[in-house]
């Protein structure tokens, strides 16, 4: 019968989330039980929420950025007990066998492909739900460990915002004697320049205008430009090897592209609605690339977890009720979010 708990959920594109209940299934041998004690709150579930991406399946319950403590688990389960912490990210589950997915990079999967934590079908052929809710049921092979340093509200963001900029950097090579430019200091943006500087890269942030410079530096990055002002694409031209783009909204790319040295690459981290074009001559000239990244497969999600304990990355987050999510999507549409919203799960724990 599974167990049923209270969740945050919108009806429809336009209508606000509001609480709800939903039932998770019962616990299989290979599943691990948690009760969810922080969700954050990614871009990515406003979009889907909102329907911009065009295939949500409503009522939908948000959240992909999940932390809390093991509460019961499957007869075969092996890596976690009761008590233990631990977190989910963007996706439950995948095919296991195709090469993606044996190379670690679930995410890519080609067989079933990967399972989305919400707006998708589980094996057990029921649709998934998110962490805006009080507990969640998920597979020991897609569940993630959160290290004794790292707090459970801290650790939430990681889960998509962390690995989300931690691979591509990784991919990338960032580190001592590489240029990197993050686009956007929101959600993502905030931890690319904080993982960045931990790996050694020299970083700069390009924001819409100056408001955040002082969190910017503060965060640690090298230096702070505003794109709204036509002076900084004349001198930043050809400076950087690698620009992660985490704005969820069309932007200039032509424009940006300028700014990367010869085989410099753009990654694009953002999902905007609508498609953007790039002139060819921009890519040209330079032997320029722009290329994507999404999420990151289990094993290195690990790995950034454990890293972040080690160098001491955290997020800076603003911790909010559930009754407070519409208000926070309208702050993070407004790019006035510092800089992740991270839900108290509490009051919708059984
Ligand atoms: P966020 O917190 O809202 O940050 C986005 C930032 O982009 C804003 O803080 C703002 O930074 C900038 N921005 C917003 N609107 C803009 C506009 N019209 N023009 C220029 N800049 C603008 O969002 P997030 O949670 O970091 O997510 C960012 C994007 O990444 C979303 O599209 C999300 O869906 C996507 N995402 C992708 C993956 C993946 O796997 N690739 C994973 C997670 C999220 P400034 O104020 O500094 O300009
Ligand atoms: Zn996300
Ligand atoms: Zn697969």
């Not at 400076?239 to 932007?251: E, H, P």
Request: contains cysteine; charged residues 20%.
């Amino acid at each position: 019968m599974g167990i049923t708990v209270s969740a945050y959920a919108a009806t429809s594109a336009t209508a606000p989330l509001t609480e709800t209940t939903i039932t998770r299934r019962e616990v299989g041998p290979h599943d691990v039980a948690f009760d969810i004690h922080f969700s954050g709150i990614c871009h990515s579930d406003i979009h889907t929420v909102k329907g911009e991406w065009g295939r949500t399946q409503y009522p939908i319950v948000p959240g992909h950025e999940i932390a809390g403590v093991v509460t019961e688990v499957g007869a075969e389960v092996t890596k976690y007990k009761v008590g233990d912490r631990v977190g989910v990210g963007c996706f439950v589950d995948s095919c296991r066998e195709c090469d993606n997915c044996r190379a670690g990079i679930e995410q890519y999967c080609t067989g079933s492909g990967m399972v989305g934590t919400y707006n998708a079908v589980g094996r057990d052929g029921e649709r998934t739900q998110g962490g805006y809710s009080g507990a969640i049921v998920v597979d020991e092979n897609y569940v993630l460990r959160i290290p004794d340093a790292l707090p459970l509200d801290a650790a939430a963001p990681l889960l998509c915002a962390g690995i989300t900029t931690y691979s591509p950097l990784r991919h990338w090579n960032a580190g001592p004697g590489s240029r990197v430019a993050v686009i956007g200091l929101g959600g993502l943006g905030h931890l690319a320049v904080k993982l960045a500087k931990a790996m050694g890269a020299e970083v700069t942030v390009l924001s819409q205008s100056l408001k955040k410079m002082e969190d910017g530096l503060r965060l640690g990055a090298d230096a702070y430009y505003a794109t709204s002002d036509p002076d900084t694409f004349a001198e930043l031209k050809g400076t950087f090897d690698l620009i992660l783009n985490t704005v969820s909204a069309n932007i200039d790319l032509a424009a940006i592209l300028s700014l990367l040295r010869v085989d410099g690459t753009v990654v694009e981290l953002g999902m905007p609605e609508h498609p953007m074009s790039v002139p060819a001559g921009a890519l040209i000239g330079g032997r320029r690339s722009i290329s994507g990244s999404l999420i990151g497969g289990i094993a290195e999600t690990q790995e950034m977890l454990d890293f972040c304990a080690e160098h001491g990355v955290r997020p800076e987050i603003e911790i909010i009720e559930p009754t407070y999510i519409n208000e926070a999507y309208e702050r993070v549409v407004a790019s006035d979010v510092r800089y992740r919203f991270v839900i108290d799960t509490a009051g919708l724990r059984n």
